[in-house]
C-alpha cells in the first residue's frame, strides 16, 4: 500500500495504473475511519482494480466556531484499517500540500445548498466542493464514492462533477447502523455514554415517519412537528426534521407519486451533531 503525503507522488502512481488500463476508485475521507467508511471501500473494490482513500481533515469546511482543532485524527489506526482492507494507495497530505497559496476563487453552491445542512453551515458545502475539486484533479479517479448519510452532499457533490465535467462516475454508498439503529459517524466518539444511548431516537423518529408515509401519508407535516416534540423532550435541539425532495433538496408538503424524498434530520445532543435520512421512492 503506497503512503504518501505528495500530490506528485499520487499521481505518478496512479498514471501508472492507467497506464496499465487499471480502473481506479477513490474513497475521499477525514479519516477516524468507521465501518461506515470501510463499507465504501468495499464498494469502490467491487466497481475498480485500484482503490485510492484520502485522508484530510479540511480546513475549509469548517466555520470558527466548529470542531476543526478537536476533530478526531488517528492516523496510525487509519492507516492499519486501510491496509486490512486492501486499499491500494492513501492519500494523506498536509494543509500546506493542498492549500500552499491563498485561494483567489471561490465556489458558491446556489440552490442545492440552501436548505437542510447547508442552512444552518454557511460556507461547508462551498469548503466540501473546494477540497473535492482539487481531490479530483489530484486523484483522477473513474470512480468515487460517497455515504448516503450526508445526502446532501452527495448530491451537490454529483452536481458538481457534471457542471465541471469531471470525468468520474460518483456512487451513493449505504448508511451504516450501529445495532441500535445510531447511523456511524466520527462524531459519535463525542457522545457521552447518556447521549450514546439517547441518540438512536432520531433515527427511531425517521423510521416512524417513513412508516406512515408508505402507509399512505401524503402530507405528514403534523406528525413531523410531533416528532420534533419528542425528540425535544427528550434533550435534542433540533436543527432541521423534514421531507425534502431528492431532487433539489427542497422542503416538501405533500407527496407525489413518481417522486423521490428524503427523510432527513439533523440534531445536537449536548455539542455533537448527528445527521440522518431515509430515502423514500413514492
Ligand atoms: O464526507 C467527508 O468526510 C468530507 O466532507 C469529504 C468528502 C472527505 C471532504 O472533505
Redesign the pocket.
Known sequence: MLVTESIDDLREQVKEWKRQKLKVGFV???GALHEGHLSLIELAHKRADRVVV?I?V?PE?FSPDEDYDSYPRKREADLEACKENRVDAVFIPSVAEIYPDEDFLEIRVKGLGDHMCGASRPGFFEG?LL??NKLFNIVNPDIAV??QK?IQ?YRI?SRMAEEFNHDVKILKGEIIRANDGLALSSRNSYLSDEERLLAPSLYRSLKYLEKQIRGGVSEPGLLIEHQKSELEAKGFEIDYLDLFSFKDLKPVKKLEGGREYILAGAVYLGETRLIDNILIDN
Open positions: 475521499p475521507t477525514m484520502s484530510f479540511n469546511q466540501v477540497v473535492v460517497f455515504g450526508d452532499q457533490v
